[in-house]
Each structure stands twice: as C-alpha cells, then as structure tokens.
C-alpha cells in the first residue's frame, strides 16, 4: 500500500497514548522505527510494541539454540548495517524485554548468562 499512488501515512499514539498503552499492556515497550524501514516513511517513529521473537519447536536441542542466540548476537552489527530495523534485535533488548529470563529456551539462557547480561 505504501508504494500505491496514495502512500501510506504512518500512525503512532502521542506521549500520554503511550503512558496509556504502558498502563493497561505493560510488555509492550517504548522502541523507535527508523526512518527509511517502511517505504515512504521518512522519519523516525516512536511507538510502543514488542521485540521479535524467534519461534522453535518445543523439543529444539539446548545446544541448538544455544548456537542460534551465539549467531545472532555474533552478528549484530553485521544485521545492523544491512537493515535498520536489526539494530533493535541485540541480546541486550532480549534481556531487557523479557519478564523473566525462565521464558528464555535454557539453551539461549544458558548463552545470555556466559555474555553477562543476565
């Protein structure tokens, strides 16, 4: 839609729309999307949401997971420089947007613990 003929505009709630939003869904964090990630959108956005989550299989080895959360975190700034929006995937957001790292699979919480930010 956003590269039709009309565009897109791109909304997001004011500052008391977030303390609002923060109120009633706690989870959901301030996070700012670049400028440049959607087509059109020439500005940065400030808004509230979650940080993506990466699925698996209930019965995914530790060591499977462990090395998936090395990969990534090896290779944030590499994410990063090829799409804005990777910066914001970092094992420091991870951290900081779980409620409690026990939600984490033990094979990436075991990684987090050996890097220092759990």
Partial sequence: MARGPAGARFLVPDLDGIRRIQTKHPFLKLMRVPAGSYPGQTADLVSVGSWSFIMARPALPDAVAYRLARA???GEAALGARLAQARETTA?????AVARPELLHPGVRRYLVEIGPI
């Fill in 72 to 74: 990534l975190h090896r």
């Fill in 92 to 96: 420091a957001n991870t951290v900081a």
